[in-house]
């Protein structure tokens, strides 16, 4: 997958699959966080309550540490690439039009990713 560089980074059309189907969002990429982030209401789309899911991440945010849900969607697809059984955390970020969450690390770890802004791309190989 192959896709311009602008900041912030947002990639497109990310395919999120869970017991009980699938839903495409538009997600910032975050090469310092340690998870992916996926909204509440994106989670519940695809067959998760993250109100009873028992495992608990402290994460650090603008406004301290707060407790998230942790879980594995079955997998994440952007692109040509896709990882299975994918630990995400459930975590709306502030609004920002049309984005609805974080590509992390344990998407990105996966993969070769080359960030490249000198010719302004970023690919996930």
Known sequence: MRVPINIPIVVRNIKIVGPEGW??????LDSGA???SISWADLKIIGYDPAIIKER???????GIIEVPKLKVK?????????QEVEVICHD???LTGVRGLLGL?????FVTIMNYKEKYLEIL
């Open 34 to 36: 340690v998870f992916t």
């Open 93 to 95: 970020i502030p609004s």
């Open 75 to 83: 997998s994440i697809r952007a692109g040509d690439v896709e990882a």
């Open 57 to 63: 991440q402290e994460i650090v945010t603008a406004n």
């Open 106 to 110: 344990s998407f990105l770890k996966n």
């Open 23 to 28: 839903v495409r969002v538009d997600l910032i």
